[in-house]
């Protein structure tokens, strides 16, 4: 047989039936409701939302019947359904066609459907009512019933939408996206085209607007964006909500890269100058070309969106996809979503301490305590890559709790076995908003029945200079209750003195950048160190020299009267163990040296 207009009818028919995905879905109580209204609007004790497979009809709802399903052969729904027409039998045994049916043979003796049908004209099926009697049924009833089947048509769409509307923006989402992309490839394989992501801002950027203007104003500004973006696109290309500040969209074939990047900036920077959000002016946008069917829809947008992650970090805030890029950022992401994990582990964070050295007794008086991460499948992965990255996330919190937590049950077990040893532990900015934080480490003394003097906090100064107002508050509380502070990475952060004078701290400790190649010789390190001691100890402050890593720095250093130093000259951060061990040898080594004097 050969294929026919009706065979094409009926395929395109069925695939409108499974891009709905709702064959073989649970039962659902928006559907039941509707099922249960036909039934007692007929009176009759069987009804159902039946919908037409290729050789069966499937009930989405059903009021009556016990079986999901019948065969589709001389089901009077798939009639309903091909000719999207309503259908009455007042009774099967007078029916030539329907009597010898499944429904017929089991019974059946009235039947009334109507049409499910799709806006495009597809007839999914019916909605029905089955009576044992022979009956008519009223135009009122026959009324009610295509209205109830326009119910479950709504109900249908809507739960189709669903997910692929954004409800804010009211753009496509990115699974509409996703399917979007496998018909263009359908349509038009291999031809080359530009991903651009639209970037509005940062996650913590949007979050902090959120904290400091409400949720409601963070809604408005996506609305707003996203109808410029529409606008600007006009009607027959979509832009898509791909991310929570994040807009998606394909340049029209053919382009090329240079001059279509040209034309993105000027239509942003008409936007920009059109429009009332503040957001706009920090847009980053990305482009990523790729060719249609090579490329899955998630690696497209991936792809763009590390371009304009890029962005961010350039001038004009407009990048083009780089694969080295894209690696770099693929390990951060994979990092920071590793590292949630690696808080409940339990053997896979862990702290070494490294000695601090008072430079003119060569004593050891403290430790600072760093955290290590030993990550399952990359091994160890240094604090400087990945405190950078959960920083900037809600992670920060939980992270420093854990530090906190395990430095100072360690100082308490090195309390108990009479070990007088201060530990110092790192903060991060994101840890100022937390109003609760003073409180959390005062606790954890007490429980542990530490004295506030055996804790030191270092912050660092770009971290304090980047809200210094907040952090001027949190200092002055972490000073009241007795704990003390140290400005980590001092000369890097640009503080004024007039700043730094009005800190609570007692400490600074001086960046390893102006002590690596520290020399006796008066180059501009040595001045620069010199100068800066100086300057500290005019303002009170006790001065750590961190990573000395020669004899002759160190000698340097103790003759500008520098108080303590920190580096692998002395020891490199140690296990508490192993640290312990090189108190006690050194301790040795010095008692023997003095009695050799
Ligand atoms: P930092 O607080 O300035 O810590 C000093 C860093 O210098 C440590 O690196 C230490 O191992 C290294 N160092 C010490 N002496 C020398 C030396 O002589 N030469 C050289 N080249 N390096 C030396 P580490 O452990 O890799 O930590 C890097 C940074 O990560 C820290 O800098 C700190 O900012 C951050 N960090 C580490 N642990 C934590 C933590 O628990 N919380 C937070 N928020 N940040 C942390
Ligand atoms: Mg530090
Ligand atoms: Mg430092």
């Given at each position: 047989m ?12 069925l695939?409108?039936?499974y891009?709905l995905?709702?064959?073989?879905t649970?039962?659902?109580e ?8 036909a ?6 004790p069987?009804a ?5 497979d ?6 989405k ?8 399903s019948i065969p ?13 027409q ?9 029916d ?12 059946t003796?009235?039947y ?5 049908v799709?806006r495009?004209?597809h007839?999914?099926?019916a909605?029905?009512?089955l ?19 326009a119910?479950?048509m709504?109900?249908i769409e809507l739960q189709?939408a669903?997910?692929r509307?954004?409800?804010v923006?009211g ?9 979007d992309l496998?018909d263009?490839?359908?349509?038009r394989p291999?031809?080359p ?7 509005l801002?940062r996650?913590?950027?949007i979050?902090?607007i959120a ?8 809604d408005?500004m996506?609305?707003?964006s996203s ?10 290309r ?9 807009f ?9 890269h240079?001059?279509y ?5 000027a239509?942003f ?10 957001f706009?002016?920090?847009?980053a946008i990305g482009l990523?070309p790729f060719?249609?069917g090579?490329?899955?829809a998630?690696?497209v947008?991936?792809?763009a969106?590390?371009?304009a992650?890029?962005?961010r970090?350039i001038?004009?805030?407009?990048a083009?996809?780089?694969p080295?890029n894209?690696?770099?950022?693929r390990?951060?992401y ?5 590292f949630?994990a ?7 964070l862990?702290?070494e ?7 003119t007794?060569?004593r050891?008086i403290g430790?600072?305590a760093l ?11 240094s604090?400087g890559?990945?405190?950078?990255i ?5 992670l920060?919190?939980p992270t420093?709790q854990w530090?906190?937590?395990?430095a ?8 108990h076995?009479?070990r007088?040893?201060?530990?110092s532990?790192n903060?991060?900015a994101?840890?100022f908003s ?8 005062q ?7 530490l004295?506030?003097d055996?804790?030191?906090?270092e ?12 952090a001027l ?5 972490l000073?009241?209750?007795g704990?003390c ?10 503080s ?14 001086i ?15 040595f ?9 500290a ?8 020299a ?8 160190a000698?340097?250093?103790?003759r500008?009267?520098?108080?303590e ?7 490199r951060?140690m ?12 301790q040795?080594?010095?008692q023997?040296s003095?009695?050799?004097?």
């Open positions: 050969s294929y026919s207009v009706c065979d094409h009818r009926e395929e395109v028919r695939d409108a039936l891009q995905s709702l064959l073989d649970s039962p659902s928006s559907f039941d409701r509707i099922t249960r209204m039934s007692q609007i007929f009176g009759l069987v159902a939302v039946s919908l037409t290729r050789d069966r009809q499937w009930f709802s059903r009021v009556g019947i016990d079986h999901w589709r052969d001389t089901a009077p729904c798939a009639q309903v359904a091909t000719t999207t309503p259908l009455v039998i007042e009774d099967f045994q007078t030539p066609y329907y009597a010898d049916s499944v429904l017929g043979r089991a019974g003796r009235f009334a459907g109507a049409p499910l799709t495009d004209g007839g999914l099926g909605l029905c009512v009576g044992m009697e022979p009956r008519r049924a009223s135009p009122a009833e026959l009324a009610a019933l295509v209205d109830l089947a119910m479950v709504a109900q189709h669903f997910g509307i954004d409800p923006s753009l496509p989402t990115r699974s509409q996206f996703h399917d496998i263009l490839a359908r349509d291999g031809e085209r530009l991903a651009v992501v639209v970037d801002a996650d913590d950027q979050s902090r904290r400091a203007m409400g949720g409601a104003r963070v408005e996506i609305r707003e109808r410029a973006l529409r606008n600007a696109l006009g009607s027959a979509p832009a898509y909500h791909v991310g929570a500040a994040q998606a969209f394909l340049s029209p074939p053919g382009v090329e240079a001059a990047q040209q034309e993105l900036r239509g920077a008409a936007i920009r100058a059109s429009s009332s959000v503040r706009v002016t920090n847009v990523r060719t249609l090579d490329v899955s998630d690696d947008l991936r792809g969106a590390s371009a992650q890029d962005a970090s001038d004009g805030a407009i083009l996809y780089s080295s894209d690696i770099a950022h390990r951060q994979a990092l920071l979503r590793d949630g690696a808080l409940d582990a339990g053997d896979q862990r702290l301490y490294q000695p601090r050295i008072e430079l007794t060569g050891c430790a600072e955290l290590r991460w030993r990550h399952p499948r990359l091994g160890e992965v604090p890559e990945f405190i950078p959960i920083e900037q996330t809600s920060a919190r420093t530090v906190l937590d395990a100072m049950s360690q100082l308490a077990d090195w309390s076995k009479g007088d040893i201060a530990v532990v903060i991060s994101a840890n937390e109003d609760d934080l003073i409180e959390r480490i606790l954890g003394l007490l429980k542990r029945g004295r506030s055996r804790l030191e906090i912050l660092t100064e770009s971290a304090i200079m980047a809200q210094p107002d907040r508050a949190m200092l002055h509380e000073a009241a209750a704990i502070l140290a400005i980590d990475d001092f000369g890097t952060g640009h004024s003195l007039a700043y730094l004078q009005r800190l609570p701290a007692r400490v600074v400790k960046d390893q950048a102006f002590i690596r190649n520290l020399t006796g010789a008066a180059g501009p390190d001045v620069l160190v010199e100068t800066m001691i100086g300057l100890h005019k303002l009170g402050f006790r001065v750590v961190e990573g000395i890593e020669t004899a002759e720095a000698a340097v250093l103790t500008l009267g520098c108080e130093a920190q580096g692998f000259w002395f020891a951060p296990e508490p163990a192993p640290f312990v061990q090189w108190i006690t040898d050194r040795q080594q010095g023997l003095s009695r050799a004097a």
